[in-house]
């Protein structure tokens, strides 16, 4: 058999796995936002310790480096006041007439299914700074988004 139909491995043709990328910026967290990178790392420490080599090993200790990166470059966002939307606020406002209420968390806490927004995310920064009763531009709309109500989250 000729050597150009022989290989030892599958290892040549698997898809090259790269580090997760981190947000740019500073990493501001909220102390739910920190407690909840603190957890990670724990549990991801945790599965380490459980796996043999392999793929998922491997997958495991690249999960590990993000979050432990995470976690060394925390810095906890300063106490919001809630009279204005920052980081740590939850804010009621209308979005081109339809109520919704969002939370203004770090990114790694972020879940914009409930509505919880990183601080980084188009709509975050259109709201932070703003006041309630402001209105304020959004898109393609220059009245998109009424300021109802802030106050500062407590999860």
Not at 21 to 47: C, H, M, S
Not at 57 to 63: H, I, K, T
Not at 101 to 128: C, F
């Amino acid at each position: 058999m000729s050597v150009a139909f022989r290989r030892d491995g599958d290892e040549e043709h698997l898809e090259p796995k790269f580090e997760l990328p981190i947000p740019p910026g500073p990493n501001l967290v909220t102390p739910r936002g920190r407690k909840l990178i603190d957890e990670r790392v724990v549990a991801l420490e945790a599965r380490i310790a459980e796996l043999a080599v392999d793929a998922e090993l491997e997958a495991v200790r690249r999960d590990l480096r993000y979050w432990q990166t995470r976690q060394v470059t925390a810095e906890l966002a300063p106490a919001p006041n809630g009279e204005t939307v920052q980081i740590g606020t939850r804010v009621e406002i209308l979005l081109n007439g339809k109520p919704r209420r969002l939370s203004i968390v770090g990114h790694d806490e972020a879940e914009p299914a409930q509505d919880r927004l990183a601080y980084a995310a188009p709509l975050s920064r259109a709201l932070i700074g703003a006041e309630a009763g402001d209105v304020l531009a959004f898109g393609q709309r220059a009245d998109a988004i009424e300021v109802l109500a802030i106050e500062v989250a407590d999860d």
